[in-house]
């Protein structure tokens, strides 16, 4: 097994890694490659070479892996000045990323999302940092700096990735220590007073023995929406962020090898644009949640973050048959975000998120071969988190109350009015509810001081007719009886979860020929869940008889809870795969696919308003069905991949706004039709092409639902990349341009139901890269969204329960110069 081993390592580290699109800045300016068995006297033949990917746990050159992903090396997110997960997710069909701030992430991947921060909530997309998963929505954001490479499978990957990866996984593969001393460093800096810096040091500390490796990573943008709010320094949906990986590499005897890296990011980011298009800012005609908003606690907004963890992986050749690997790891986040969740100047909706987590978990696994026929793994884990959220809430009653009058006027009207003419021969004659707006001139409405004295009226009249008191002896309330409206309230509620999880799994292929084989997986899972909720009583407000129709004065928005209340519950499981794939010839491959996902049961709270109560969501189930291939044509100078898939979702949970809280609850079964394709092309030497398309049809099935029929959120029914690579070489240096062009049909941002006013329209972003490079270094010129095409990554968000849904616009045109250095 160690021959077999380290002989397809040595293989596959000699192959250029980056499908010859990047070999030119891989290499630092050589020419792309050619084949080695071209004779002396010969012109040389340029090809294409497959990238090395560990999808299956396992070396394998990516056209050998029957599962449909798409892979990234470090290279090509260089070219394509690609920072975060939102700018990769543009080039990879079928995975959509959304990135409020790295407090709030979305991720999905062929229609399934996964974007609830909630303690007890599970993924449905994983995220996975060198073998160890991160999953956990607050925590899942992290920069992408010196990455070997970044590996995006779609469909269920339970059986490969675990309980959390029902419908794909986002797996980080980060570059290792190794025996050399080399760095780089790239500074750049551009309009929006962008600057970043990022860079490694490598060096062996003792040679062939220990090896050292640190990475970092700076980056500051300033926010490109103007924060009109009087005070207010900082425009909204700026970025500053610091990331830190330190890594040994101790080369052990027997070939194996112990790495050890820690993890450190700290988010400093300027509020978030939650913008809404109902009341324009002081002294402007109208709204434009694209230039500017006028948000109050200016400065105050923004996010907070801080991630650490630690991975300890060891890796031992155990005889010529069986290698060992043992992943150790620790992790934990802490996140504050202040957000206006009403999008105006006025007091009226104002949230915040506190949110932490711990986890640490351990993973045992042997990989083995026995003879030319089979190969697998076999192994085990174990997995706990540890979780909770608060989130307050504070408001201006006075505000508030003006906001929700024109609902309040249409339910309570109407009684008046019936008492009004009930009681007119007595002279009475109560005033209607006034609706009336919560901003007045860019001002804030402060004119309630107490609630309308016709509705408290009429509540005490109908109290004493309930009790029996005849009408002739019925009093009305005076005006200094009328309860007051507090110009300042706050509560807040909090959600728990704790999981542990315990995980046998195995995979086998079996060689039947040289050309056919079946691979089968199964995944056994043991977990026990906890869920908390608490709401300690607030000051006490009458505006909870409006809002949540209590029947006594209480806390406004959340009914209050005796102390912390639990649910724990325990599940088992088990999910798996068949695949068989058919060599055609060495360089096309296809494979059809059966396998099956699952999201672990949720232990979610509902019914906050009024009588908080846990309610057990079904595990989720998905069945997906696939068939692809994978190929080379031409010489080998076109890569081609297609796939097409159908799947069938069941229990499908999502997260809403129900007054005024994030709850979770079921949308019924969903089905999806979809198709995938993506190519490489070398056009000439030094000129390659990629591009793919993304189809899916995708809708929730589930009958008697208010979901029925509804496509699902962040999900473009077509979707496509493009991207050229051209480079020549002069006395000077090589030269490149470097153009992507992407594109999107229209996204809907809520699913109950789709809102055509709550999505964007199809829209396409071009990208620019090109420069000069020398064997030590490169200086580029790049710009983001050079047409600055005005689109939105989110609509609907917390306002919407106020009649307020609130809008984030997306980043504009960015530009700037970046040099890289190298040693």
């Known amino acids: 097994m160690k021959a077999r081993f380290f002989a397809r390592r040595n293989r596959f580290s000699a192959q250029i890694r980056s499908c010859a699109l990047l070999t030119a800045l891989a290499a630092g300016g050589a020419r792309i490659a050619a084949q080695d068995t071209a004779a002396a006297d010969e012109e040389p033949v340029y090809t294409l070479e497959p990238i090395v990917v560990t999808a299956q746990k396992r070396e394998q050159a990516a056209i050998e892996v029957p ?50 921060g909630d303690a007890y909530e599970e993924p449905r997309v994983s995220v996975f940092l060198d073998g160890v998963s991160i999953s956990k929505s607050r925590g899942s954001a992290v920069e992408l ?23 794909g996984a986002f797996s980080l593969i980060t570059h290792k220590p190794q025996n050399e001393t080399s760095a780089k460093l790239t500074i750049g800096g551009g309009n929006l007073t962008q600057y970043h810096a990022d860079g490694y040091y490598n060096t062996p500390l003792v040679e062939e023995t220990v090896l050292l ?18 005070g207010a320094d900082d425009d909204l949906n700026g970025v500053e962020t610091i990331a830190v990986r330190p890594s040994l590499r101790y080369l052990l005897g027997g070939g194996g090898t112990f790495d050890l890296s820690v993890n450190y990011q700290y988010d400093d980011y300027t509020g978030t644009s939650f913008l809404q298009k109902v009341y324009a800012p002081e002294g402007r005609s109208q709204p ?20 650490w963890g630690a991975t300890g ?14 992943i150790t790891a620790y992790r934990e986040f802490d996140a504050y975000e202040e957000f206006d969740a009403d999008g105006t100047q006025a007091y009226l909706f104002e949230f915040a998120e506190d949110a932490r987590s711990k986890q640490w978990s351990q993973e045992l696994r042997v990989n083995w071969e026995a003879g030319s026929q089979w190969e697998g793994f076999f192994g085990g884990n174990f997995f706990y988190q540890d979780a909770e959220t608060r989130v307050p809430l504070r408001t201006d009653e006075r505000i508030l109350f003006a906001q929700v009058s024109p609902s309040v006027a249409a339910s309570v009207n109407p009684s008046i009015q019936a008492l009004n003419a009930q009681l007119a021969p007595l002279g009475v004659n109560l005033p209607l509810v006034e609706a009336q707006p919560a901003i007045i001139d860019g001002q804030p409405n402060l004119s309630n001081t107490t609630l309308p004295y016709g509705m408290w009226a ?48 195995g995979d ?26 608490r709401v300690d009583p607030a000051d006490p407000t009458y505006m909870a008889m409006i809002l949540r129709e209590a029947a006594e004065p209480g806390n406004l928005q959340f009914a209050a809870t005796d102390g912390k209340m639990t649910a724990s519950e325990s599940y088992t499981s088990v999910v798996g795969r068949l695949v068989a794939a058919y060599q055609v010839t060495p360089d096309f491959n296809t494979y059809a696919s059966y396998s099956r996902g699952r999201r672990p049961a949720v232990i979610t709270i509902t019914d906050t308003a009024s009588d908080p109560h846990f309610e057990e969501l079904d595990a989720e189930t998905l069945n997906s069905y696939e068939i692809g291939f994978k190929s080379f044509l031409l010489e080998r100078r076109v890569q081609l991949e297609s796939a097409l898939f159908y799947y069938q979702y069941n229990d499908f949970a999502t997260s809403v706004i129900r007054d005024g809280a994030v709850v979770t609850e079921s949308a019924g079964d969903a089905d999806a039709l979809g198709a995938e394709v993506s190519f490489n092309a070398l056009l000439m030497p030094g000129c390659t092409l990629f591009g793919n398309y993304g189809w899916i049809d995708g809708q929730f099935n589930g009958e008697d639902t208010v979901y029925e029929g509804n496509t699902f959120r962040l999900t473009p029914r077509n979707s496509f990349a493009l991207g050229l690579h051209y480079q020549v070489n002069t006395e000077y240096g090589s030269v490149f341009v470097a153009p992507s062009y992407t594109w999107k049909s229209r996204i809907y941002f809520t699913d ?33 969204n050079a047409l600055d095409e005005a689109y939105l990554i989110d609509a609907g968000n917390t306002g919407r329960s106020l009649g307020l849904p609130t809008y984030i616009a997306g980043t504009p045109r960015l530009y700037g110069l970046e040099l890289t250095i190298r040693l």
């Open 213 to 230: 490796r640190v990475a970092a990573s700076y980056r500051h943008r300033d926010g490109f929406i103007d924060n009109l709010e009087p």
């Open 67 to 116: 599962i449909s992903m798409s892979v990234y090396d470090g290279a090509l997110m260089d070219q394509l000045q690609i920072q975060d997960m939102a700018e990769l997710s543009a080039y990879v069909p079928g995975f959509e990323a959304q990135l409020q701030s790295p407090n709030n992430p979305g991720f999905a991947i062929r229609g399934i999302t996964t974007d609830s």
């Open 313 to 326: 992986t060891f890796t031992q050749p155990l005889g010529a048959n069986f290698e060992l690997t043992s």
């Open 508 to 533: 086998t292929t079996w060689k039947i020929t040289d050309q056919f084989s079946l691979t089968g997986g199964l995944r056994f899972t043991y977990e026990d869940i906890e869920s908390g909720y």
């Open 145 to 167: 700096f010196d990455m070997e490479r970044i590996e995006v499978l779609k469909g269920p990957q339970s059986t490969l990735f675990g309980r959390g990866a029902s419908s």
């Open 458 to 505: 009429a509540l005490s009249i109908q109290a004493q007719l309930a009790a029996g008191v005849p009408p002739t002896s019925l009093q009305l309330p005076t005006p200094d009886q009328v309860p007051v409206l507090d110009a300042y309230h706050e509560e807040s509620y909090e959600n728990f979860g704790e999981q542990s999880a315990y995980e046998l799994f």
């Open 288 to 307: 434009d949640v694209f230039a500017y908003g006028q948000l109050n606690r200016g400065d105050d907004l923004g996010v907070e973050r801080t991630v």
């Open 752 to 784: 109950d139901p789709n809102e055509k006013d709550l999505s964007q329209d199809s829209y396409g972003l071009l990208n620019l890269r090109a420069g000069l490079t020398r064997p030590n270094w490169q200086l580029a010129f790049y710009v983001k």
